[in-house]
């Protein structure tokens, strides 16, 4: 069994910052690729940001020069640090690791006001 776990989400105003972190637990042999989506209210579950075994990146156009993933495989980890945040970034932030299967978290909501 695999657990996910997302933490960092919150309130922050426009222009803001915020580092959401990802840590994954249980019997993990080997994490392939590690990433992260957002689903905003109304709206599908879309690809923000994503990080390979080898740390190959790869960002929606949406967010690149804003968001940077980062990931410690010493401790299972994955980040994502979010800078000049706009309110169209407000939406619930799900990590996803993937090993044999894809394992998600419960998400994270990150709110962006004026």
């Known amino acids: 069994q695999v657990q996910v776990v997302e933490s960092g989400g919150g309130l922050v105003q426009a222009g803001g910052s915020l580092r959401l972190s990802c840590a994954a637990s249980?019997?993990?042999?080997?994490?392939?690729?590690m990433g992260w989506f957002r689903q905003a209210p109304g709206k599908q579950r879309e690809f923000v940001a994503g990080i390979g075994s080898g740390g190959y990146t790869n960002y929606a156009d949406s967010v690149k020069g804003r968001f940077t993933i980062s990931r410690d495989n010493a401790k299972n980890t994955v980040y994502l640090q979010m800078n000049r945040l706009k309110p169209e970034d407000t939406a619930v932030y799900y990590c996803?690791?993937?090993?044999?299967?894809?394992?998600w978290g419960k998400g994270t909501l990150v709110t962006v006001s004026l």
């Open positions: 249980g019997s993990i042999f080997s994490i392939n690729a």
């Open positions: 996803r690791i993937t090993t044999a299967v894809d394992y």
